[in-house]
């Protein structure tokens, strides 16, 4: 599962086989894991965060939208 960026508490990152999905981020922090869909920017699943995180974690992916979404086609590009 490829870590694409470390912000604060967080850890964003895909898994290896996310690929056939459509583009998305999944936010880690301790047990916590959400899924933040990228295009358009929405939550999937809030993964025990509470809603004033899901706010801050919202506000990261947004900063770093263009950075994920390079992440993403680079990894999944390469194992097509």
Known sequence: MPSV???GP???FFYSSD???PLHI???RDNYIA???LDPIR???SGGFTRNEITEIIKIVEKNK???TEK????FSNRS
């Open 19 to 21: 690929g056939d999905e």
């Open 72 to 75: 993403w086609n680079e990894f």
């Open 5 to 7: 960026l470390r912000i």
């Open 43 to 45: 939550l999937q699943k």
């Open 10 to 12: 967080y850890r964003l």
């Open 35 to 37: 899924k933040i869909w």
């Open 26 to 28: 999944h936010v880690e």
């Open 66 to 68: 263009n950075k994920l």
